[in-house]
């Protein structure tokens, strides 16, 4: 960072400081650049491990995948990680690998837009403004919270709030709770809370698929092999990605795989939810792979309890008290906590304003659009991590964090290398791809399976995943290939 009579001036500005703002520090730092700021609104790192704090929240990745593959951590106290583990963990290799003088806190984006004439950006923060070279979008995709309209929200009288803000603050025990929604979240936190409330009424909308989890605590023993034996930590990286890279068989390669990842998920129900209505309401009406699978072994049980009921049936109203559903039935409420999700694509792209004075955010809500997920037309000097098209479904983010992360480090070297001054992604590169992603979609299960999700379009498009092997994706972005861009040297 440097300052002069028209301001602060980073070579670099990274938008974020979760997994992908932390690991393109360290390995900025590791190639030599050090003229970088990242600007986090928070006042402390870890993004959506800082950020979601209700009880239960963990990893749905296997802890040894869920990391960087430079610092591996042998010590993971169990299969999956908790969020007060992985937050620990980020805080350490944000610190082993001293990068916190670089990060702003407190310095959300309020504004950041183009100067053509410069070549460069020029970024407002609620802490004040700068310049950068260049700018890199890291804030991930699951920052902003979803809570949809329902009528008469505004008038109930108890306490509400979405799993992403959980109130401590507030005494769930013995009160009667109404949790709207079934993904991730819901999923992981009904268990927590069900044996301390009253009555806990499920409203669903769609039964989400649900397998077996398989977490356990690791062994001591476990943890030291790890520890002392040579490429053992790395082979088990390799088994779990080999693992999980295996779901892609019935997004991607043919729906008639889904059937033993189906039969999976059926004997789990049958085996943990013997009411046979129950059953049916918790039987899913669509493809596994529609919709992100759930790893769980406790939500099925919890629902079974006399204290809970799953109404499926949809929201009709909500009154000051209670929450009526369109068969008419009224449930008695105290509290409502929102498992909806979140709103896609995420915060920072509409803020971010592109050559035309277009937002990225515009440009996304038109079509869903990106290079390689790392870069879009119209945006000089931008970069992306998890961009549209640069995430899978069925795959640890932080691999495909990585990815990027070396894609971003191998364009910024040869951009110094030629001297480049301004860097854009080709229009015809960039509409290649897309078509490509298009044609690819078009029977994979996300579009085909049945289900209305976060991976679609309101107009039934690919929303944003890639569809293909990430090994494949991997080929891709190994290096940076200076024909996909026009450049301007100095």
């Known amino acids: ?26 390995k900025l730092r590791e190639a030599g650049f050090t003229d970088f700021v990242v600007l986090e609104r928070a006042s402390e790192i870890g993004g959506v491990w800082r950020d979601n704090t209700y009880p239960g929240c963990a990893c749905d990745v296997p802890s040894h995948l869920y990391s960087y593959s430079f610092a591996p951590n042998p ?3 169990r299969t999956y990680g908790r969020q007060h583990e992985i937050l620990a963990y980020l805080r350490k290799v944000a610190g082993d690998n001293d990068v916190v003088q670089h990060i702003r806190f407190d310095s959300e984006l309020l504004d950041a837009r183009w100067e053509d ?22 804030t991930g995709l699951f920052t902003d919270a979803s809570i949809p309209r329902l009528p008469g929200l505004e008038r109930f009288e ?5 799993s992403l803000h959980w109130d401590h603050d507030h005494d769930l025990t013995g009160e009667r709770v109404a949790v709207i929604g079934t993904g991730a979240s819901a999923v992981q936190f009904i268990p927590e809370i069900q044996p301390i409330i009253k009555h806990l009424t499920v409203f669903q909308r769609s039964a989400p698929w649900i ?5 356990r605590p690791t062994l001591a023993l476990e943890r030291a092999l790890l520890r002392h034996v040579p490429g053992m930590q790395r082979g088990l990286r390799a088994a779990y990605y080999g693992m999980i890279e295996s779901f892609g068989l019935p997004g991607f390669v043919d729906r008639r795989f889904r059937h033993p990842f189906e039969a999976l998920g059926r004997m789990q129900l049958l085996r943990q939810v013997r009411d046979p209505e129950l059953r049916r309401k918790l039987t899913p009406d669509y493809m596994i792979g529609c919709k992100r699978a759930i790893f769980s072994d406790s939500y099925f049980p919890a629902l079974t309890q006399s204290n809970v009921t799953v109404a499926t049936s949809g929201i009709r109203e909500i009154g000051r008290h209670s929450i009526t559903t369109h068969d008419g039935r009224e449930y008695p409420v105290d509290t409502i906590i929102f498992g909806t999700g979140f709103t896609m694509p995420a915060g920072a792209g509409s803020r971010i304003f592109g050559r035309d004075g277009t937002s990225m955010g515009e440009r996304y809500e038109q079509r869903p659009q990106s290079y390689l997920g790392v870069a879009t037309t119209g945006f000089p000097n931008a970069f992306s991590i998890l961009g549209p098209f640069g995430a899978v479904g069925n795959q640890s983010a932080i691999f495909m964090i990585e990815l990027q992360i070396s894609y971003i480090i191998d364009a910024l070297n040869k951009l110094d290398t030629i001297g480049a001054q301004r860097v854009e992604v080709r229009p015809d590169v960039q509409d290649a791809f897309l078509a490509e992603v298009e044609q690819r979609s078009e029977h994979t299960v996300w579009l085909q399976g049945g289900c209305n999700s976060y991976y679609t379009t309101a107009d039934g498009r690919n ?9 494949e994706y991997r080929s891709r972005v190994k290096q940076f290939n200076t024909d996909d861009y026009q450049i301007k040297a100095g």
């Open 1 to 26: 960072m440097t300052r002069s009579s028209h301001g602060e001036h980073a070579g670099v500005a990274i938008i974020g400081a979760g997994f992908a703002g932390i690991g393109l520090s360290v």
């Open 75 to 77: 010590n993971w106290t």
């Open 117 to 138: 004439r410069e070549n460069q950006w020029r970024i407002k923060t609620s802490s004040g403004s700068l310049t950068a070279r260049i700018l890199v979008t890291a």
């Open 158 to 162: 108890g306490a509400k709030f979405h």
């Open 211 to 215: 397998v077996t989890r398989m977490d």
């Open 463 to 471: 929303a944003g995943l890639y569809p293909n092997w990430s090994f």
